[in-house]
């Protein structure tokens, strides 16, 4: 995408290019890419972050992520939260419990725009902590721009579409990075399964947008859902995993270590 295009004939080209052949993608296109959010990235163009989008990495509901260059013709990846259609009450009730954005307000653009915000700063204390996770590269109003993971700008696999070779060491990994983001990062993820793990191979967290302070009140019932989702997980692959609340009190400090304790049952 030149920096020279208006926003009305990036449109008007993407409609004339591909959108006839696919009405619902035109649909998606024009939904992520209205006025300004194409102003966003025409911004991020002129600071030099970006210079061309390549496609589509992957979509979700509230935002879609896609593959990037920079000027160097370096990947990145590029997520893009959609203003329109975002569920910004549900955005509005995770964050507000967050201690970092009790202050914000209920409005949709903003409650977007600290979404994303948060996301970046989430990524941020995860890569100070040495936590396996996509660097941060900058965040602005609804576009996140983030390290790339990926080959031959193809992206890695989730864990959910290629199963771990070697679950027991694979669980054991992410479980770490659980507990280094909770006492070293000082967060919970809040959303994370199969489907928000990249393997590779080695277990990368992604997808922190829903990721909190552990000052949040709702904070631990979230870290008892991911373990649970982590368990139940790879108990499919007979890894002999601890007790979910093993695991918790562990991740919190209060006993030793329990990945010494399901090495010990196998």
């Not at 002129?46 to 260059?69: D, H, I, M």
């Not at 007979?238 to 090495?263: C, F, H, K, W, Y």
């Amino acid at each position: 995408m030149p920096a020279s295009y208006g926003y009305e004939s990036f449109i008007r080209e993407s409609k004339s290019e591909k959108m006839e052949k696919d009405s619902e993608l035109y649909k998606v296109v024009a939904e992520v890419f209205d006025k300004s959010t194409l102003m966003t990235l025409y911004h991020l163009i002129n600071k030099g972050v970006l210079n061309e989008l390549c496609g589509v990495v992957s979509t979700g509901k509230e935002a879609n992520v896609f593959l990037a260059l920079d000027r160097g013709g370096n990947p990145l990846a590029l997520k893009i939260y959609r203003i329109a259609t975002s569920d910004f009450r549900t955005m509005f009730r995770y964050l507000v419990g967050d201690p970092r954005f009790r202050s914000i307000r209920k409005d949709r653009r903003h409650v977007v725009y600290e979404w994303a915000s948060r996301e970046y700063k989430n990524l941020l204390r995860a890569s100070e902590a040495g936590i396996p996770a996509p660097k941060p590269i900058c965040v602005k109003n609804n576009v996140l721009a983030m390290e790339f993971l990926g080959e031959g700008n193809r992206p890695y696999p989730r864990m959910r579409d290629h199963p771990p070779e070697n679950p027991k060491g694979t669980f054991k990994k992410l479980f770490s990075s659980v507990r280094a983001l909770y006492q070293k990062a000082r967060l919970v993820h809040s959303d994370l399964s199969e489907y928000n793990v990249l393997l590779t191979p080695e277990p990368v967290l992604i997808d922190f947008s829903m990721a909190t302070d552990i000052a949040n009140p709702m904070a631990e019932e979230w870290l008892r859902r991911d373990i649970l989702n982590l368990v139940k997980y790879f108990r499919k692959f007979n890894v002999p995993t601890p007790d979910p609340e093993e695991l918790i009190a562990e991740i919190r400090g209060e006993r030793g270590s329990s990945s010494e304790t399901a090495q010990a049952r196998t």
